[in-house]
Each structure stands twice: as C-alpha cells, then as structure tokens.
C-alpha cells in the first residue's frame, strides 16, 4: 500500500514540475534596428531547451516584448496590447502553424548558438516584422482600441421606434 501511495506521489510532482519546466521564457532582449513604412527589423534574443529552437524562441521574444512591454522605438516605446482579449493573445503563439509567423517576413541567427550554464541553449536572430498587418489585425481583434472604428457622440442618432399593437394599426387606417 505504502508503494503505491509514494509511486503516486512521485507521479504528481513529476506532472506538476514537467510543465514548468517546459514553459516558453520570454526573457531576452530585443531592440529595434530599422523601421520602415511596413516592416519593423529587430535584434532578439532567444532562449530554448533545444538548439532548433531558438530561431523560435527569439521570433516569439519580440512579440512578446511589443506586446506586453515595449521596444525603445517602436510605438513610442509604449506596449501594444491595449485591450486583454484572451483567446486572441493565447491562440497567438500555438501549434505549429501559429498565428505569429504569419508576420515574420524573415528571421534569421546572428552568430552561433550558446549552451547555458543551466542546459538550455541561447542565441540572437534578426528578425524582420510587417507591423502593418500586425496592427491592422490587432485592431480588428480589438486588442488595440482603434478611435477610429468608434462611433461619435455627435453622431450617433437615436433609430425611430417602431410601432407596434394600437399605434401600428392607427397608423396604418391614416394612410
């Protein structure tokens, strides 16, 4: 009984530590080296467990960093996510075909790749956005309010109520 009870226990902690360690760090820097009318090219730095990776891992550092942080440069320095839409931003970086790469316009290592003290690999890409289509898609996903898109006060009218029961039937012997 006892066997079983420690084999269960091992079996949990290894579920719950396994997905922590697998988790995707977006901790490396990133920096705006040109920019212009449509595509934005940055220097990242990537971090992976695997050295396949970190080509990845540097494309989704950027994103990541203009969403949620900024890059001096880019967008006044200011994050780009305005609005939390969860799914949206959640669905951004998954599967194989993931939204985000739909952007890149190329991305390529800079320099070789470095193992860490602590096993994993690090390296920098250079990679090039079209931010154009980033933020036209953020604004119609609505995770940047676009002013825009919304109404004005003065412009908004109040519809005329349609009539219904007696009113419709008075209305209606008028005509």
């Known amino acids: 009984m006892m066997k079983h009870v420690g ?10 530590l396994l997905p922590l360690n697998a988790q995707e760090k977006f901790i490396g820097e990133v920096e705006l080296l040109e920019l212009d009318e449509k595509t934005a090219t940055f220097r990242a730095e990537g971090f992976a ?3 396949k990776d970190v080509l990845d891992a540097a494309k989704k550092t ?27 931003l959640e669905n951004f970086f998954k599967g194989s075909k993931a939204p985000y790469n739909g952007f890149v316009k190329g991305a390529q290592l800079e320099g ?3 193992e860490t003290p602590t096993g994993e690999y690090t390296g920098f890409a250079n990679v090039v956005v079209n931010y154009e289509s980033l933020i036209r898609t953020m604004k119609i996903n609505q995770v940047i309010i676009d002013e825009n898109t919304l109404p004005k006060k003065e412009e908004t009218t109040e519809k ?9 039937r008075e209305n209606k012997a008028k005509q």
């Open 62 to 88: 950027v994103f990541y960093k203009l969403f949620y942080e900024g890059v001096e440069g880019f967008n006044n320095d200011q994050k780009l996510v305005e609005q939390e839409k969860k799914f949206w």
């Open 112 to 114: 070789k790749v470095d």
């Open 49 to 51: 467990e695997k050295k």
């Open 7 to 16: 084999l269960l226990f091992v079996l949990i902690c290894l579920s719950i």
């Open 160 to 168: 005329p109520r349609r009539k219904f029961g007696i009113e419709a």
